[in-house]
């Protein structure tokens, strides 16, 4: 079930008018889609955010503009890198008996038993893309990993299969692996190492100059 939202139509704006756009609280935005031209608009931030709670990022969202109510997706939410500040969002309209893509999170749960022996968790991949109606698009991808010991790994094809959607990545993509201690730290070691020989031919060069 989709949540409503209000947003307002605005015109194109730019500089000093866009900042005080998102001074007064608010989000600039874009809404599109298949038979729907697209629409430039505004959303309260605060009421994007408790939305976006509620919902989740793939979730359903009744978004009400001058031109009438859309079923869409929060499809893209630009924040500012250092502020944390909402800066931009493109609404999809999604046609809900079609099926189309998303990206969606995967998120590790429980702790691996190698943990417990030294090992290091290295996580490759956050997130696969996945086909399915707008309705059942998960939140996340979660998978168990506390039967997970030193040297073991996870790939696309360990995901939990579901028949409300199906996952585009290739079966043999990796997801995450437990390295042993050693092998976790080798990388730091190596470049130590080069960073060594590096100073050393410096001061060798500089040596034979004088």
Not at 42 to 64: E, P, S, Y
Not at 124 to 141: C, F, G, M, Q, W
Not at 182 to 207: I, M
């Amino acid at each position: 079930m989709g949540t409503m939202l209000k947003a307002s139509n605005r015109d194109e704006l730019k500089g000093s008018e866009l900042r005080a756009l998102r001074k007064e609280g608010n989000v600039p935005a874009v809404v599109y889609g298949k038979g729907l031209p697209s629409e430039v608009i505004f959303v309260n931030g605060i009421d994007f955010l408790k939305t976006i709670k509620v919902t989740g990022k793939n979730g359903i969202i009744f978004l009400a503009t001058d031109s009438g109510t859309h079923e869409v997706i929060a499809n893209d939410i630009q924040v500012d890198d250092l502020k944390g500040d909402l800066i931009h969002v493109d609404f999809y309209k999604v046609n809900m008996k079609e099926k189309m893509d998303a990206n969606v999170p995967v998120h590790l749960v429980g702790e691996a038993a190698g943990i417990a022996d030294g090992g290091i968790i290295q996580q490759t991949l956050y997130e696969v893309s996945v086909r399915s109606l707008p309705a059942d698009i998960p939140e996340a991808i979660e998978v168990d990993i506390t039967h997970m010991m030193i040297g073991d790994s996870l790939q696309v094809r360990d995901l939990p299969v579901s028949n409300k959607y199906e996952i585009n990545n290739e079966p043999e993509e990796g997801i995450m692996s437990i390295l042993a201690p050693t092998l976790a730290n080798e990388p730091d070691e190596q470049q130590e190492k080069a960073d060594k020989e590096e100073v050393q031919a410096e001061a060798e060069n500089s040596a034979q100059e004088e």
